[in-house]
């Protein structure tokens, strides 16, 4: 079956702009997940969604970064007045629920944002 | 909070040579453990998994034992071959509120040479 699909899988943008980052998560996993993968820094959880409710956003490094999900499906990252520092991967994950122990997630192919 | 620490790379071996990562962690609960591997232009993709004290997860070739008393998870296989070059992460789950969230190490990058 199709897996976790993200678009664009490259952006270029200048510094300033606002983007929008799109991730489609395995058809009936209820959780998705955004994480940052950056050099060095290994991955960081940006924000997770079980349902279309976002329990934990604390991983969001600022108020310039947002994230929706509707019908329980697709899934938005939008970073505002984009910066230098948010170049990176930003990846998505699925899994079929966020409170099963094993939580198994699967991800996309992630997103890569140079920001110039 | 929680924390999972594994080795800094790159590890660059020769192809049959024997593989070892470590992988240390810190959780207030009973986490899960994983092992995740990103090849080459790929997404993440679960490796193996343990749940339990002194359980023991395997996978192509790869195993790693869940070590309670020393808060580790060493992946390690026998005779490692080129297309195991990539990204490995080591990863925990533990509950936080109802949910399950997953904290990952900063990965070892691995190089396999013919």
């Known amino acids: 079956g199709a897996g976790v699909s993200q678009s664009p899988s490259n952006k270029v943008t200048e510094k300033g702009k606002d983007v929008e980052l799109r991730c489609d998560p395995i058809?009936?996993?209820?959780?998705l997940y955004w994480y940052r993968q950056s050099l060095g820094q290994g991955l960081e959880f940006l924000i997770y969604f079980q349902g279309n409710s976002a329990p934990d956003k604390s991983g969001l490094p600022s108020d310039r970064f947002s994230a929706e999900r509707t019908g329980g499906s697709v899934s938005t990252l939008t970073i505002q007045r984009t910066q230098q520092e948010d170049s990176a991967v930003y990846l998505c994950?699925?899994?079929?629920?966020?409170?099963?122990?094993?939580?198994?997630?699967?991800f996309g192919p992630g997103t890569r944002l140079t920001v110039l | 909070g929680n924390s999972v620490t594994q080795m800094e790379g790159p590890v660059t071996l020769s192809e049959e040579a024997f593989l070892t990562i470590n992988c240390t962690y810190t959780?207030?609960?009973?986490?899960?453990l994983f092992w995740y591997v990103q090849y080459p232009g790929e997404g993440l993709q679960l490796l193996l998994k343990a749940t339990k004290a002194d359980d023991k997860g395997s996978n192509k070739g790869f195993e790693a034992t869940y070590r309670k008393e020393t808060t580790s998870f060493h992946l390690e296989k026998g005779s490692v071959q080129v297309s195991d070059s990539a990204v490995y992460f080591c990863a925990l789950s533990d509950i936080k509120g109802s949910n399950y969230k997953l904290t990952f190490g900063k990965g070892t990058l691995l190089t396999v040479n013919p």
């Open positions: 058809s009936g996993h209820t959780a």
């Open positions: 959780a207030t609960g009973y986490p899960s």
């Open positions: 994950a699925s899994s079929l629920r966020a409170d099963y122990i094993y939580n198994e997630q699967f």
